[in-house]
């Protein structure tokens, strides 16, 4: 919607400017311009493809202009963004919820359901238990989604990263790294696609706007060597 405000905004500029240039021809003496005659004024060519060519440079600034100011910030250039952030937090947040409604009502279920008259190992069982199932699920959910990647950015004249992942209190964690750092795990893994030092992240190679930050985060765009050891080594098999 910005450019097309731009192109009516500047719209009547560029006609003013392209007709500026027209003179026509003075009428015989003794007659009018007539409405047809007006519209059927030729507009040079060249000074309309000027105005429209002005106008495409314009607003091509304008638009690159918001777009670099952004997707830049401190941290750098955002390179990834994620697309199941608002998920994760939403199931994290009411896995906690339903935890914490649980064990508030354990005192009320023990008065209610007799068990309260007990014996102590038998009380200590059921809690234990509703305990385990409990915490369980928090953190287990913590345990898949604490790498996954909600936004990466990346500073190049440093190649730094900066990979911005939830904790176990939901907010948000800040993991910088360089790239000479990230090493791709020798045997695929479900929820992590490379290690930054000794941190597993995981990231979606699809969501990425452009495929080169990916390969260069993956060190793809390498130059790839094979060490004459391993080649001059014979097959122990």
């Not at 500029?13 to 026509?24: A, E, K, N, R, T």
């Not at 314009?58 to 777009?67: A, G, Y």
């Not at 939901?170 to 990230?182: I, N, P």
């Not at 045997?187 to 390969?215: C, E, I, Q, R, W």
Request: glycine content about 6%.
């Amino acid at each position: 919607m910005f450019p097309l405000n731009i192109s009516r905004r500047f719209r009547p500029c560029i006609v003013s400017q392209v007709l500026s240039g027209v003179h026509p021809a003075a009428p015989p003496h003794g007659r009018r311009f007539s409405a047809a005659a007006v519209r059927a004024v030729p507009v040079p060519l060249q000074a309309l493809r000027a105005g429209t060519r002005s106008f495409l440079q314009l607003s091509t600034k304008v638009e690159s202009r918001c777009l670099s100011t952004s997707s830049s910030s401190e941290e750098g250039n955002l390179i990834y963004t994620g697309s199941l952030g608002t998920a994760v937090r939403g199931v994290k947040m009411f896995s906690y919820t339903s935890s914490g409604a649980s064990l508030c009502l354990m005192p009320h279920v023990m008065l209610n359901s007799g068990l309260a008259l007990q014996s102590l190992p038998v009380q200590a069982a059921f809690c234990g238990i509703i305990g385990f199932f409990t915490f369980l699920t928090p953190v287990l959910l913590h345990l898949v989604t604490k790498g996954y990647v909600v936004r990466l950015y990346h500073k190049a004249d440093s190649d730094t990263y900066t990979a911005v992942t939830y904790n176990f209190l939901l907010m948000e964690k800040r993991t910088v790294f360089q790239q000479r750092q990230v090493r791709i795990p020798e045997v695929s893994k479900m929820f992590t696609t490379f290690y930054a030092d000794k941190t597993g992240l995981l990231v979606n190679p699809d969501l990425f706007p452009l495929a080169h930050d990916y390969n260069h985060l993956m060190g793809y765009d390498q130059p790839f060597t094979f060490d004459t050891d391993d080649l001059e080594r014979p097959d122990k098999s």
